[in-house]
């Protein structure tokens, strides 16, 4: 999926989500400050980063928000619900998007598959950079100290600086610290 790279991280209670700011049509880039990461004031706070095409990425969001809503916070049960809708949808089904997920104890990827996946690790990375910026927080997750934030941060910057598709200005979203930017 080319145009984006979204990661989230989780440590020490915190979790952090960062996507880059590019946007793509075909070759070009048609914007360099897009934010495709999103706070839902549900159950503590949720945070949500899409990647794929942007109708599609909303148009699966707000059918996540009315899943959030019903399933009183749960986000798993609501990212399942979602999924059930978008695979059983005739028109939902053909949307390309993906939604990364997160409250305070879960990380979910939910994809047009059907899928929705919990990883082993407490960091997930979706988007055409998303392989560089899974090594790049998952290094720093096992080799440094830096807080959740600063590594989505860093992960985002770096695979912004291999993958064309991605930018290096990330917006960072956080849960469980005090900044919460």
Known sequence: MHGTTIVAVR????????????????QTIMKANAVKVRRLEVAGGVLVGFAGAVADALTLLDKFEGALG??????????????????SD????????MLVLADPENLLL???NGEVLSPD???????SGGPY??????????YSGLPA???????????GEIDLYTSGNPTVLSIGDKTGA
């Open 133 to 142: 910026a899974l090594t790049a927080a998952k290094a720093m997750l096992r």
């Open 110 to 112: 939910l994809s047009g």
């Open 70 to 87: 019903s399933a009183k916070g749960n986000l798993q049960r609501a990212a399942i619900e979602t999924a059930k809708l978008w695979r």
């Open 90 to 97: 005739r028109v939902l089904r053909n949307l390309e998007a």
């Open 11 to 26: 440590r020490e209670g915190v979790t952090a989500i960062a996507g880059d700011g590019q946007v793509t049509f075909g």
């Open 121 to 127: 690790e407490p960091v997930l990375a979706v988007g």
């Open 149 to 159: 934030r600063e590594i989505a941060e860093q992960a985002i910057r770096l695979a």
